[in-house]
DNA sequence: AGTTTGACTTGTT
DNA sequence: TAACAAGCCAAAC
């Protein structure tokens, strides 16, 4: 069995670019629901050994940017805006903007559509 | 090996 | 609508 940081790096890795996905998310891909805080301490604990990550598709369950707390909140703003992820009022809006697995291309569809 | 901390979430006040 | 508190899981000390 994998070890869940290793999943939710698989996880994140699998996230397209333009689109974003919440920490409780990724938890819940990774196996484990409910343990959105410790995929934070994963991603808190990235290494340039675990390769490229697009860490910064990972955001809060209201689109916000919690990296504020760590200082990386401007950075992780940066990168979303350069891979085409435009913030309103410094957040992602995630009803066209999350991903879902399956849902790997519609961006611009709009009209949500998330497995409940 | 046990305790503490935290890049979270959800419900209540 | 905004602020506060409790719950949960893993990693770091």
Known sequence: M???RASVLR???SVPQ???????????????PGAARAVGAVLRGL?????DVPW???VNASG???????????????????????????RVPL?????????ELSAGGGHGGQPT
């Open 64 to 90: 916000g940017l919690s990296t504020y707390k760590v200082g990386h909140g401007e950075l992780q703003a940066a990168l979303l805006r350069a891979e085409g992820t435009p913030l309103t009022d410094g």
């Open 56 to 58: 910064q598709r990972v």
């Open 2 to 4: 994998e070890s869940f």
């Open 18 to 32: 333009g689109r974003v996905v919440t920490y409780g998310q990724v938890a819940l891909l990774a196996g484990r």
């Open 95 to 103: 009803y066209e903007r999350q991903w879902w697995p399956d849902d």
């Open 47 to 51: 290494r340039a050994a675990d390769g």
């Open 11 to 13: 996880v994140v890795r």
